[in-house]
């Protein structure tokens, strides 16, 4: 089993900047990890993946250039830093690990190639 806990969603506005983090923990060994946000009234939408070895990374087209996923796997912690935000970037954002091998060198965009997900963390961008 994996924990997935997230941190650092707030209120802020817009133009700001927030650090979301991502912290695992648990026996079974994890590759790819992703983050997704799901918005009042949306389905589940994926926002940013990275690779275990950090070497490939892919962004949604509406974050990309403003967010930046990075990950410490000696800390087993995934960062996403979101600048430049907009009220439409509102939403739960949960990360997500996958087991599958192919996320050692190849980050994951569907949420059905993740295994474990996290509870979630609020981000609110007022206008």
């Known amino acids: 089993q994996v924990q997935l806990v997230e941190s650092g969603g707030g209120l802020v506005r817009a133009g700001d900047s927030l650090r979301l983090s991502c912290v695992a923990s648990?026996?079974?060994?994890?590759?790819?990890v992703g983050w997704f946000r799901q918005g009042p009234g949306k389905e589940r939408d994926f926002v940013a993946a990275?690779?275990?070895?950090?070497?490939?990374?892919f962004y949604s087209d509406n974050v990309k250039g403003r967010f930046t996923i990075t990950r410490d796997n000696a800390k087993n912690t995934v960062a996403l830093q979101m600048n430049s935000l907009k009220p439409e970037d509102t939403a739960i954002y949960f990360c997500?690990?996958?087991?599958?091998?192919?996320?050692?060198?190849?980050?994951?965009?569907?949420?059905?190639?993740?295994?474990?997900w996290g509870q979630g963390t609020q981000v609110t961008v007022s206008s």
């Open positions: 997500a690990a996958s087991t599958q091998p192919r996320t050692i060198l190849t980050a994951a965009r569907a949420a059905n190639e993740y295994d474990y």
């Open positions: 648990g026996r079974t060994i994890t590759y790819g």
């Open positions: 990275i690779s275990w070895n950090a070497v490939s990374t």
